[in-house]
């Protein structure tokens, strides 16, 4: 099977003052493609800085990383920009869409960054991106009219406009509702059928029990790395009682 | 990063804050329109001052007298009697570039007619004055030869003492006025020539022989200036030169004297009112590109505070791939649009001032191609110049550090 992200021994050590802060301490693991892993622990158990060096928006401090066949752990600053645009599809907690930006133009960002795409078909994956999360007709809404829930899917877009090897989601449902939380696993889950890799950090168990497996940090080392039956989200969402808000 | 995704990124951003970006360019706008106004202004004011001035002839030379110096007192030219009536015969027969001569006394004092009178000017000359002058006669005659030799009472009024004088529309031909004692036939009226580029008006005169001003009025034997004319424009300067050995031989002046009479051309005039106008306009336009150099400011700081609050928008466009690159040619392209689009409203707008201004004025309407080219390239080089710092803070930032900040 193909191997999309493999880490040998990584480490990742901050310098506080003169103080080390060892928020990785020499993790291995490696996700195959077409996996759904949930990377759970608690706050400061290192989840968010593991996701930046996978996401080659930083170094790690030493060890391997290999994303899809390519080793990316001793890249310059510019080498990681164009990883992170061309295999890379990041989901934020916090939306991070551009203000008064139409929802098609914040999708087709990514892709202005690559000038290898004209804009004919720039616009086209767009569509398709926006289709794929189920926002077709909001085309044109700026992220101020949207919910946070369609913001997110906005984002979700953004991430897949790129046809990245892995999605990367940190706290992808922090902000939302309980319902909305299912719908937004329930298009993960979807888009994890169709083929797509997707890591997603969460620090909430009734979340990760939609991914199909779970690796489990603690104070910078893995503790638990295991496969687990996946719930379906659209089933939970459908016993949610109606008109009930939580 | 094509040239195509990069201005659509910056364009994108600017439309975003449209308030935001129309305030920036407030200053360039402001900055250039008061430059090509400035600029444009100076030249109008400097073309209608030639225009007047080679109305007047260029080829106009004037001998006048040089002021002089008693024991290091120096007690001006009204005293001086250095011109003499032989100068200007010596002139008229030697010179080969000059036209035409005439002495010049001026008598001031008030006309009258009946119950109107006037505080004018008498000008005395000879019968070619009023050429060298370049005035026409409107109706009647210019006096003769045998006027001046008789030093007859006859003058020319100019428009303005003419409707002074016989406010009641009477012909003023054929009437007599009186200056001080003496009374004058008017034989003509000048034609109109309106100002002067002093804003002298040309009309306030009274031609007479100079032999009547001299004699009748002044009693003196000297006269006070010498007008002539040159051949030709091109050779007034070699008029003035041959002038001035003229004068220097007549008066008896050794090799190593000064001069005790002064040779002024009209075209000396030109360019010194040139001069005069073209430091008017260099020290203008640099007040206004003050308020350029502040503009640009105005673009540097918005552009700096703008780098602050858009941290979040600078480390998404990161984490999605854009290179530092990337990041600060889109500030730099900002700021460029910026201040090239101010620009052109700029210029728009100076060029309409400046025609209002001159339109006021009554001056020619000159666009100066150099200032509106300078302009653009004086507003490129703002935008690059003030933007560069804040592009370059921009692209430092760290992505995540830049993602995380609130
Ligand atoms: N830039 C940094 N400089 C110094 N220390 C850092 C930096 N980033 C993270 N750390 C430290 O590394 C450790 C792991 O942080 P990290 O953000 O990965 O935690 P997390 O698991 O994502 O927590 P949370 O669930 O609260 O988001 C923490 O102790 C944190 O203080
Ligand atoms: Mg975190």
Redo the contacts with the bound molecule.
């Keep these: 099977m193909n191997r999309i992200i493999e880490i040998q021994e990584l480490r990742r050590t ?1 310098q ?1 003052g003169s103080e080390q ?1 060892h ?1 990785l301490k020499g993790i291995s693991f490696f996700i195959n493609e077409g996996e759904f892993v949930s990377i759970m ?1 608690t ?7 593991l996701l930046n060096i996978l996401g080659c928006l930083d170094r790690p401090t030493s060890g391997e990383y290999f994303i899809d066949g390519t080793a990316a752990s001793k890249r310059t600053k510019d080498e990681l920009s164009t990883l992170r645009n061309r295999k890379i599809g990041f989901v934020f907690q916090s939306y991070n869409l551009l203000a008064r930006t139409s929802a098609l133009e914040n999708v087709e960002l990514p892709l202005l960054y690559n000038s290898a795409i004209p804009s004919k078909e720039r616009r086209e994956r767009a569509l398709h991106a926006l289709e794929q999360v189920g926002l077709q007709d909001r085309l044109h809404h700026m992220p101020n009219q949207l919910s946070g829930g369609q913001q997110q899917r906005v984002a979700i877009a953004r991430a897949l406009v790129n046809d990245p090897v892995i999605l990367l989601a940190d706290e992808a449902t922090g902000n939302l509702d309980t319902r909305t939380s299912y719908e937004i696993m329930s298009l993960f889950q979807k888009l994890n059928a169709e083929g797509k890799t997707i890591a997603f950090v969460t ?1 909430e168990p009734d979340i990760a029990i939609f991914t199909s497996r779970t690796v489990q940090l603690r104070d910078g080392h893995i503790v638990r790395d295991a496969p687990v039956t996946p719930k379906a989200a659209a089933e939970s969402l459908a016993a949610l009682p109606v008109d009930v808000d939580f | 990063m094509n040239l195509f995704n990069l201005l659509r990124i910056a364009y994108r951003a600017l439309i975003r804050n449209k308030t935001r970006a129309l305030l920036t360019m407030l200053g360039i706008i402001i900055g250039i329109a008061s430059v090509i106004a400035m600029v444009s202004l100076g030249q109008s004011s400097s073309k209608s001052i030639n225009d007047q001035i080679s109305s007047t002839g260029t080829n106009l030379i004037m001998v006048m007298r040089q002021n002089q110096r008693q024991g290091g007192v120096n007690i001006g030219s009204a005293n001086v009697q250095s011109l003499k009536e032989e100068d200007v015969t010596a002139i008229m027969r030697k010179a080969k570039y000059i036209s035409m001569a005439s002495p010049v006394i001026s008598a001031s004092g008030q006309l009258v007619s009946g119950s109107n009178n006037w505080p004018g000017t008498i000008q005395g000359g000879n019968t070619s004055l009023l050429v060298i002058r370049k005035y026409e006669v409107a109706s009647g005659t210019m006096f003769t030869e045998p006027d001046v030799r008789a030093a007859a009472k006859v003058c020319l009024v100019g428009q303005t003492v003419a409707d002074n004088l016989f406010s009641n529309g009477e012909n003023p031909v054929g009437q007599t006025i009186r200056f001080g004692r003496i009374p004058f036939k008017i034989i003509g009226v000048l034609a109109s020539k309106g100002q002067n580029q002093m804003g002298q008006d040309q009309d306030d005169i009274v031609v007479a022989p100079y032999t009547t001003v001299q004699k009748r009025i002044l009693a003196i034997t000297y006269i006070h200036m010498i007008m002539a004319s040159a051949m030709s424009e091109d050779v007034a300067p070699q008029a003035l030169n041959e002038v001035e050995g003229i004068m220097r031989e007549q008066h008896k002046l050794k090799a190593g004297q000064d001069n005790d009479f002064q040779v002024r051309s009209q075209q000396e005039m030109l360019k010194m009112m040139n001069s005069v106008t073209g430091f008017l306009t260099v020290l203008l336009a640099a007040i206004a590109s003050i308020s350029l150099v502040v503009g640009g400011i105005g673009i540097m700081n918005i552009m700096y505070v703008t780098v602050t609050e858009r941290t979040k928008e600078i480390g998404l466009r990161m984490s999605i791939g854009a290179h530092n690159k990337d990041i600060l040619l889109q500030f730099l392209c900002e700021s460029i649009i910026l201040s090239l689009v101010g620009g052109v409203i700029g210029i728009i707008f100076g060029l309409i001032l400046s025609y209002a201004a001159s339109a006021a004025l009554g001056w020619p309407y000159m666009v100066s191609t150099t200032a509106v080219g300078l302009s653009f390239v004086v507003c490129a080089a703002t935008g690059i110049f003030f933007g560069w710092y804040p592009a370059k803070k921009a692209a430092a930032l760290d992505p995540i550090n830049a993602l995380r900040y609130e």
């Design positions: 901050f506080v802060v928020a622990g706050s400061g158990s290192g989840k968010s800085t620090h």
